[in-house]
C-alpha cells in the first residue's frame, strides 16, 4: 500500500543562499591562503620576501572583508582551521614559489564560484579578487593560465 508520500528533494539554494555558499567557500580559500603564506614565508628566497609578504597581507584583507560579507549575506563566518594539508612538502625556495602558485589558483577557483554565483558590488569584487589572484600566480609560476579560476579549462591550456 502506497502512502502518496513524495520522495524527499532537496532544494535547490536561492541565489541568496549560492552567494552565500561561495562566499563562505572563498572565505575558507582565504584561511587556507593566509596559512600557506607562514608556509611560503619561512622557505621563500629573500629576494621575493617582499612579494610573499605583500600577498600574505592582501589574504588577510580578503578574509577580513569575506568576515563581513558573509554576515551581511546573513551567515556565521566559518572560522579557519588550526593547520591545514599543504599538497606537497615544501623544502626550497623553488617549493615556495611552487606553493604560492597553487593557493593562487586555488583561490582564484574560489573567486570564480563566487563570481558565477553573486551579482551587483560582490560580484565586482569577487571579480577583482579573481583577477589579482590570477595575476600573483602568474607572477610566481612565470606563466598565466588560459581560464584563471576554472581549472577544468586551464590544465592543458597554460600561455606566457
Known sequence: MTTGAKP??????SA???????AQAALAA??????????????????RATEAREAYGHHL???????????ELGGAPRPSEA???LPFEVR?????????????????GAYSDLVRAADG?????AAD????????AARWRGSGVAFPGLAERSQGARTS
Open 8 to 13: 524527499a528533494v532537496k532544494p535547490s539554494p
Open 16 to 22: 541568496g543562499g549560492r552567494a552565500l555558499e561561495a
Open 30 to 47: 582565504e584561511h587556507a591562503a593566509a596559512y600557506g603564506y607562514g608556509v611560503i614565508g619561512a622557505r621563500i628566497d629573500p629576494a
Open 61 to 71: 584583507s580578503r578574509r577580513d572583508r569575506l568576515t563581513r560579507t558573509v554576515r
Open 83 to 85: 593547520a591545514y594539508a
Open 92 to 108: 626550497s625556495p623553488d617549493d615556495a614559489e611552487r606553493l604560492a602558485a597553487d593557493i593562487e589558483d586555488r583561490v582564484a
Open 121 to 125: 558590488q560582490l560580484r565586482r569584487d
Open 129 to 136: 579578487a579573481l583577477s589579482a589572484a590570477a595575476v600573483r
